[in-house]
């Protein structure tokens, strides 16, 4: 609360966007803020094409200057002087906030990538130099920007050679370099938007040209028509499957809606949809692909009385499916667009276009039903293992939860989120960690590789010993069950060996959990102990580092000479002091928490480096 009147700030221009940037283009210390703050350009360029003006987005990055330059073709941005502002079109749009065409949709746009208003300004306002020309009334109209600011108060004319796409003759044409005092991350991110005009942008913006050139070397992307349906072919040939039949595809006459989806002759019981609101992936989902799946779902049981008596997850099971949504009022949860929240309703006009399709492919629908019956069965077998097992927590006849008998528990007196499970493997470590370990820390051993969970049926993975034992102490429950806030730990450290049979057992335990607990990721409850590396002995004397030069350093330089130095093959040769150091003192250990930022990406690499496929491993591998 401010305590006088002169403590009341009030920001002007685009000083907010500069005071807290993050709110305006995400993360700046990350690799998403730079290009969220070049996509701002980019999505003005779409908006053009989405209207009808523009046939061509043009990127051309330099990296030894990190300097970008995005062209259009569309019709400019007016240059004529604003009565409220008294300043140029131009200059309106670059400085202020919630300054432009694409409020009124029923006037100069009727469509754009949001409604906040501040796209191209915020650029303006990052960069250390923003240049723009725009070609109006027959003549180039060229201004520079300084951290937002204007370097003249209006546009000036420019001859054709001053823009800096050769042979350019129409539109608007900007130059930008991020502005390092604002960006911790500020190089800019070629290889991700390559990736994403290439794996979304493209397929979205169908009769859009994309045309990127990286330090001189030019590539183009462009697909003519049926823009989902060609993503909906990449993503299936991306993951080496096939579509079992004829896949759907709809559009709809106000192109607002786009959509398409197929079954795929996958064997695993999940499905995959991508959603999309006004060009913007949404990650994390939200209201259009929920009635995106309630649409598929509902004219799948009106066309099939068996498809009734199965649940939608069963249904969908293979299905590859992509949505795209027009809506002028988007609202999303997060300032990020990574899930929309609006209340969309489009599940009236899909639902008919559905139903024709699954009535003119009686045979698809024949064999939908055949599997999703045949998964109902083993998920009520698989559901039926759980239950006798009593894996989700075993439990004595006072209720309380039996943990294996090696299993060293904390204190008593330590609530559950202060506890730290080490899940160890190897009787030498076991051994040296039960003198070392604090009251609020407790140790599962392991008896070595635990069972593949991206190879083995379900049932076979829950009767693995160490999976069940896992399951018991972390005390959170599996799959959709599972609740990270009923753990009976507050984190589970991972004390992987640095040796080959550790980095197997290591890449088992995060698939597991990936499977089996993926809310203890979100959670931020999962970590790995970085192990030391290198030994030495000095006499009766022993020094552990994590590198070389780490280990030089503990050593007297006196006895650097005598020194008998080793690589660590794992935790078993830890000393108590070491294993105290490295594992198990949070002042002086280090840990890794693993980060997933998109989970769908990977659902798909797990499957590829752990499952059946080798051609990823081989490739990696270099054999």
Known sequence: MATSIRDIKVLKGLEPVRKSPGMYIGNVHSREGVFNYLREVIDNAIDEFSEGKNSIVKIVIDTKRNTAVIGDQALGIPVEIHPQTKLSGLTTILTRLHAGAKFDKTKSYKRGSGTHGVGVSVTNALSKLFEVWTYRKRQWYYQAFKKGKPLSRNPKKVHKSKVPLRNWKRGTVVRCTPDESVFTYSKLPVSSVVSWIKNDAQYLCAGLRFEVVIDGKEESFYIKEGGLKAMLDALAARDKLNFVGKPFYFLSKDKSIESAFGWT???????????YANHNYTKDGGTHVTEFKQAIVTAFKAVDKKARKLSSDDLLAGLYGVISIYDPNALYVGQTKDKLGSDVKFKDILVPEIKMFLSKNKNLVTKIINKAVKLKAARERFKKEVENAKIEAKLSRTGKIILPPKFVSASPSIKPHEREMFIVEGDSAMGTLRKVVGKHQELLPIRGKITNVFKAAPIKVLRNPDVTNIITCVGCGITKACDPDKARVGRVLLLPDSDEDGFHIAAL???????????????????????????????????????????????????????????????????????????????????????????????IYLEQIMGNETTLRKKLLGV
């Open 265 to 275: 002759n996958t064997t695993e019981p999940s499905y995959s949809i991508r959603g």
């Open 509 to 603: 335990l995060t698939s597991f959990f990936y499977k089996y607990m993926r809310p203890l990721y979100k959670a931020k409850m999962l970590y790995y102990v970085k192990a030391p590396l290198f030994a030495a002995s000095v006499g009766t004397k022993k020094y552990f580092g994590y590198t070389h030069a780490d280990l030089m350093r503990e050593i007297p330089k006196s006895k650097h000479k005598s020194a008998i130095i080793t690589r660590m093959k794992g935790w078993g040769g830890a000393s108590k002091e070491a294993m105290r150091r490295f594992a198990c003192d949070p002042e002086t250990r280090t840990l890794y928490r693993p980060i997933i930022r998109d989970y769908e990406k990977m659902d």
